[in-house]
């Protein structure tokens, strides 16, 4: 994300969703309901994004992106999200926009020349392995250590949830270099790399899961992963700093996406609702069928406002906590009960798969659980926004 952002015109951000489009209404439902069939990964849409250019909008010019905001990326991601392809849509190149900010904040210029334009040009694939299955949302207790050797690092441990595993070449990686036990304080000894998937010494074993078929999520095991020190970021024990830079933009980028299933489902409904004729008229004709989707349109709309100020706040260099976690809460929220209200506009249609809004309603559900579960958003504002003590 560029340094000093010239905030964008209307018309940047129509050129940026027309562009978008372009690309995202070659795949259309069938394409998304084969890949949620199968479960493989969507690689055209993949390589289709990767070759138009969108995969960079965020990294810096000299590294082969396009050095765009966090605003620009988010009417991309709400784009992309729009069109059928939902979540499995956005999740197969999300990580690319937000992922690789710690390497372009922390990272040294060999580091950056080395992986940036790789995964500009989507011949890298990152995934992500943070999340541990006995530490959940309290980051500080990982316990994938991280033990120095000559040279670099023998990694051992547990990732749970790691999405895109099955297809990654690369991880980004959380570790601990110093025990909890023996850290000053609970943020410090966390430790961060950046390095090749060597599937010798990693086990990737998918989740089966609920919806987002085509875009993996595993359970990872580590044995002895030799890490070179060339791929750690930053200093050794200060990567939970790290992290947070790229918390509130993936919050903002994840809104985005929300919104734009919501918007996606809602359409569908209000198509059908158009021209389902029952008792000699249209469905829609109906307020109990008329005023839910009225009002799921002013939900999607009003976190829609809110995803934008988070993201022109971040682009500003200003603190956009409180907003990028709203809009995160908000438009997930929104996003899920405008599904259910276009499963309930299609009535016992909205339960079969050749109408899309199950597979819509199965997959907003992601944005309500990760990559920060509601209960949590909802405890940050109660502190860090009402000064209410801290409950977590
Ligand atoms: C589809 C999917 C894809 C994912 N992809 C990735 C990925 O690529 N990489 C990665 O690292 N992770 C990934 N995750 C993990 C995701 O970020 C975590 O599931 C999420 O952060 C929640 O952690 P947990 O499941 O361990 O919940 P837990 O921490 O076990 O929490 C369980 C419940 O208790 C609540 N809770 C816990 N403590 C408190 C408290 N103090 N106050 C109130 N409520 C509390 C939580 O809000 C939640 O409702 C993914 C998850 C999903 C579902």
Redesign the pocket.
């Known amino acids: 994300m560029s340094e000093a952002h010239t905030p964008p015109t209307e018309q940047d951000l129509d050129a940026i969703r027309e562009g978008v489009r372009a690309v995202v209404t070659r795949f259309g439902d069938d394409y998304w309901l084969a890949r949620d069939d199968d479960g493989e990964f969507p690689r055209a849409f993949h390589r289709a994004m990767a070759e138009a250019g969108w995969l960079g909008i965020t990294m810096p010019v000299e590294f082969g992106g396009s050095g765009l905001g966090v605003t620009e990326a988010a009417v991309m991601m709400n784009e992309v999200a729009s069109h059928g392809g939902g ?1 499995a849509a956005a ?1 197969s190149i999300h ?1 690319n926009l937000f992922g690789p900010h710690p390497i372009v904040v922390k990272g040294t210029k060999a580091q950056k020349a080395r992986w940036v334009p790789r995964l500009v040009r989507g011949e890298d694939q990152c ?7 006995d ?4 980051t500080t207790r990982i316990t994938t250590f991280a033990e120095k050797v000559p040279g670099g690092y023998i990694v051992r441990g547990q ?7 099955q297809v990654a070449n690369k991880i980004m990686l ?1 570790t601990r270099t110093t025990k909890f036990e023996d850290a000053a304080r609970p943020t410090d000894g966390i430790t961060i790399f950046y390095t090749d998937l060597d599937r010798t010494k990693v086990d990737v074993r998918r989740i089966p ?4 078929k085509a ?1 993996d ?1 595993n359970a990872v095991f580590i044995d002895g992963l030799f890490v070179p020190d060339e791929d750690r970021i930053g200093e050794e024990g200060k990567g939970f700093g790290y992290i947070l830079h790229s918390l509130n933009p993936e919050r903002i980028l994840i809104g985005a996406e929300a919104v734009g299933i919501g918007r996606d489902a809602l359409r569908r409904a209000t198509a059908y609702a158009r021209e389902r004729i029952v008792f000699d008229r249209p469905i829609g004709q109906n307020q109990g069928i008329q005023h839910p989707l009225a009002e799921r349109w002013m939900y999607l709309e009003s976190a829609w406002l809110m995803v934008m100020k988070g993201a022109a706040l971040y682009d500003a260099g200003l603190p956009c906590g409180a907003e990028a976690n709203s809009a995160k809460f908000l438009a997930a929220r929104a996003s899920h009960d405008a599904c259910w209200q276009a499963i309930a506009t299609h009535g016992g249609f909205g339960y079969a798969r050749e109408y899309h809004v199950e597979r819509l309603y199965r997959e907003s559900a ?1 944005n309500r ?8 958003i ?2 940050f504002v109660a502190e860090k926004v009402l000064g209410l003590p801290k ?2």
Not at 209 to 212: S, T
């Open positions: 979540m999740s990580i995934c992500f392995g943070f999340t541990e299955p530490a959940g949302l309290n990732k749970v949830w790691t999405s895109t595993a959380l899961k609920m919806g987002r875009v999520s992601i659980l990760a990559p920060i579960t509601e209960q949590l909802l405890s409950s977590y």
